[in-house]
């Protein structure tokens, strides 16, 4: 099917988010095929009974097409909804235990195309999966690159289950544990055998499975551990993604050969030197920390110490990302969606939220939850920007988000890869966007 966006305004993010207005983007074959001010080719276009000739018209009047969003760091097992069950214990062991049945993986697997689906209603066009079980990532990712289920449209990049020392991030539930450097070697072979487009790593504790103050922070791997990783994922062409909440474990990412550091912490300066000769990058995500640190025990479900931890994540990721930007290393972001309160549909909130957070422009938020992560993934020639050639990945707004990011949360049509959406619609969970609201309206 080809379409015709007419008379839209369209927002450069290669070019400070300048506006375009009065701009017909014309799209063919799943890209875009040209972009011309309205009305330049009306004559060209009609056929001798004055119609649009073969396209699709699709009114973009007063509404303002924004690249579709890339969503750098998610987890499509979950919903967001804060659960007993992240935090470990046996209500963990017996979802576990029934995750591996027949049943509970046939569940699994519609619960992360339905996570997908809903990335996909709320204007991501693009996702990087960093740790689901089972592979359930993979086998959505090739269903959806077959144009196929209810993900169609949505481009994907997963790494599989995660990979950890034996009591860090994820180990039992999304990551799988070895030893030694040889059999850290021999599980980045399996997970690219099982498909893999990159590797993830758990590096440091994580705030949902610390137990005390401080552990998010404790390095859990050693230094010839995560070299190993690295190496060999290199040779096998595929890059490493490290989960990391401190100064200590950053470092020993970026010596190590990370090229990207998950949530992240700050940098001294041989962890900054090193990620800018690698050409590595930051990936900030404001939407886990924030609710966890800000937000009641009660409603949280976790205890006090995951609340500290977040807060103490949450700055050291704001200055390291700081520290990154100044020396001109890359940063992306990413929602954690599964966290509790990280739900399937709020990275237009991520977006804002990193906004108020690094003090920058929506401007400069809006190019990072776009090119600047499609850079991030290596796809930034692909999609990221509305450019003639790249993929139509899309999104129309009734706002300008420029002049208030919230105008991304509600979208009245778009396209992935050429597939036309109308009013899309993700499930949101009120309970959850109430608490939500409230955090951001005190940002
Ligand atoms: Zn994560």
Same mark, same amino acid.
């Given at each position: ?21 009065? $701009? ?19 004559? /060209? ?14 009114? *973009?009047? *007063? ?16 919903? &967001? ?11 963990? +062991?017996?979802?576990? /235990? ?73 180990? &039992? ?15 980045? !072979? ?26 998010? *922070? ?6 010839? +551990? ?50 800018? !000769? ?6 900030? $995500? ?6 966890? /640190? ?28 700081? +520290? ?10 990413? $929602? ?26 929506? /401007? ?34 009734? *706002? ?34 109430? +608490? ?8």
């Amino acid at each position: 099917m080809q379409y015709k966006i007419c008379d839209c305004t369209v927002i450069d993010v290669e070019n400070g988010c300048a506006l375009l207005p009065h $701009t017909d983007v014309y799209i063919r074959g799943g890209k875009i095929e040209k972009i011309v001010p309205s009305g330049e080719n009306a004559q /060209a276009d009609k056929d001798e009974h004055g119609r649009a000739d073969g396209y699709k018209t699709v009114n *973009g009047a *007063g509404k303002f097409a924004v690249p579709g969003l890339v969503n750098l760091h998610v987890h499509l097992f979950g919903t &967001g909804r804060p659960s007993k069950a992240l935090g470990g214990g046996k209500a963990q +062991q017996r979802l576990l /235990a029934f995750i591996h049945t027949a049943l509970g993986r046939r569940i699994l697997a519609a619960m992360v195309e339905n996570s997908a689906r809903n990335e996909l209603l709320s204007g991501v066009t693009t996702l990087r999966a960093v740790g689901d079980l089972f592979g359930s990532d993979i086998a959505l990712k090739r269903k959806t690159d077959a144009g196929k289920g209810a993900a169609a449209g949505l481009r994907m990049f997963v790494s599989g289950m995660a990979i950890t020392a034996p009591g860090g991030h994820g180990a &039992g539930t999304f990551a799988r544990t070895a030893e030694t450097p040889e059999e850290f070697e021999k599980l980045v !072979e399996k997970n690219v055998t099982e498909g893999a487009d990159f590797i993830k790593i758990c590096i440091t504790g994580g705030v949902m499975d610390a137990k005390k103050r401080g552990e998010p *922070g404790e390095v859990k791997m050693t230094q010839a +551990q995560v070299s190993a990783v690295c190496s060999r994922a290199h040779a096998l062409g595929k890059k490493v993604a490290a989960h990391v909440q401190s100064k200590a474990g950053a470092e020993l990412a970026a010596i190590g050969g990370v090229d990207t550091i998950e949530h992240g912490a700050p940098l001294t300066e041989e962890s900054v030197r090193l990620l800018r !000769e690698r050409k590595g990058a930051q990936v900030v $995500t404001c939407s886990p920390a924030l609710p966890c /640190a800000r937000l009641p025990h009660e409603v949280t479900k976790l205890g006090e110490a995951a609340s500290y931890n977040s807060e103490v994540v949450m700055q050291g990721m704001i200055d390291g990302a700081a +520290q990154a930007a100044a020396a001109g290393i890359a940063v992306g972001i990413g $929602t954690d969606a599964s966290c509790p309160f990280c739900t399937q549909y709020n990275m237009w909130r991520e977006v804002l939220w990193f906004e108020k957070c690094m003090n920058i422009s929506a /401007a400069e938020a809006l190019y990072t939850a776009t090119l600047g992560n499609a850079r991030i993934l290596g796809v930034g020639d692909e999609t990221g920007s509305i450019r003639e050639g790249k993929s139509a990945d899309i999104l129309l707004l009734e *706002g300008n988000p420029i002049a208030d990011l919230t105008a991304l949360r509600d979208i009245d049509c778009m396209f992935a890869q050429g597939r036309f959406i109308s009013h899309p619609k993700p499930k949101r969970l009120p309970a959850i966007e109430a +608490q939500l609201d409230r955090l951001t309206e005190e940002l």
